[in-house]
T-cell receptor, first 115, second 118 residues
Framework: AQTVTQSQPEMSVQEAETVTLSCTYDTSESDYYLFWYKQPPSRQMILVIRQEAYKQQNATENRFSVNFQKAAKSFSLKISDSQLGDAAMYFCAYRSADNNNDMRFGAGTRLTVKP | DVKVTQSSRYLVKRTGEKVFLECVQDMDHENMFWYRQDPGLGLRLIYFSYDVKMKEKGDIPEGYSVSREKKERFSLILESASTNQTSMYLC?????????????????FGPGTRLTVL
């Protein structure tokens, strides 16, 4: 079974600085999807960014971008110009292209943003 | 906007009680999911449903059952609550694969129910 590993339980960043959250995954599949979800304190989990494995270009959504290294099975999230509202729990997730219902989540990284 | 709602944000129950957690989505999604979220373990899938009256076990179904009588509603049932079921429960929904557009492959989450079993 696929596993997703987030090796940083907690991270901290100064407001306006850049931070990178790490994620690695284990799979034997060639086609899959990767996601970063954000869960603010006491609020709903929302999708931050997604990456299709067949696409070589790294996904970008405003201040959020990923570094997708397929051979290394690495999928890190970079947050530029960090804002106080970025403080949240971040989950990396993997979904097989063959199984719509099997999404695997990492343990999460709690990001603190210091003013 | 896709909306997934859960019946309670906080719930306190006693050991042995039967507990119902309700989830409703308003986007006509075929797939619905129940996860539990525990510190250091991320989200673990309990059950999912891909159609009315259809259900499949996830990774940790023991002690739980589900019901999906209507497309928009997916219920999680704890037949006899135990203290080790104290957790955050998240419901999610998603459309079928193959649908074009920005919703492809994404799961939409409810706000969660924090259940405490005493």
């Amino acid at each position: 079974a696929q596993t997703v590993t987030q090796s940083q339980p907690e991270m901290s960043v100064q407001e306006a600085e850049t931070v990178t959250l790490s994620c690695t995954y284990d799979t034997s599949e060639s086609d899959y999807y990767l996601f970063w979800y954000k869960q603010p304190p006491s609020r709903q989990m929302i999708l931050v960014i997604r990456q299709e494995a067949y696409k070589q270009q790294n996904a970008t959504e405003n201040r959020f971008s990923v570094n997708f290294q397929k051979a290394a099975k690495s999928f890190s999230l970079k947050i530029s110009d960090s804002q106080l509202g970025d403080a949240a729990m971040y989950f990396c997730a993997y979904r097989s292209a063959d199984n719509n219902n099997d999404m695997r989540f990492g343990a999460g990284t709690r990001l603190t943003v210091k003013p | 906007d896709v909306k997934v709602t859960q019946s309670s944000r906080y719930l306190v129950k006693r050991t042995g009680e039967k507990v119902f957690l309700e989830c409703v989505q308003d986007m006509d999604h075929e797939n619905m999911f129940w996860y539990r979220q525990d510190p250091g373990l991320g989200l673990r899938l309990i059950y999912f449903s891909y159609d009315v009256k259809m259900k499949e076990k996830g990774d940790i179904p023991e002690g739980y059952s589900v019901s999906r009588e209507k497309k928009e509603r997916f219920s999680l049932i704890l037949e006899s609550a135990s203290t080790n079921q104290t957790s955050m429960y998240l419901c999610a929904s998603s459309p079928l694969p193959g649908l074009a557009g920005p919703l492809l492959n994404e799961q939409f989450f409810g706000p969660g129910t924090r259940l405490t079993v005493l």
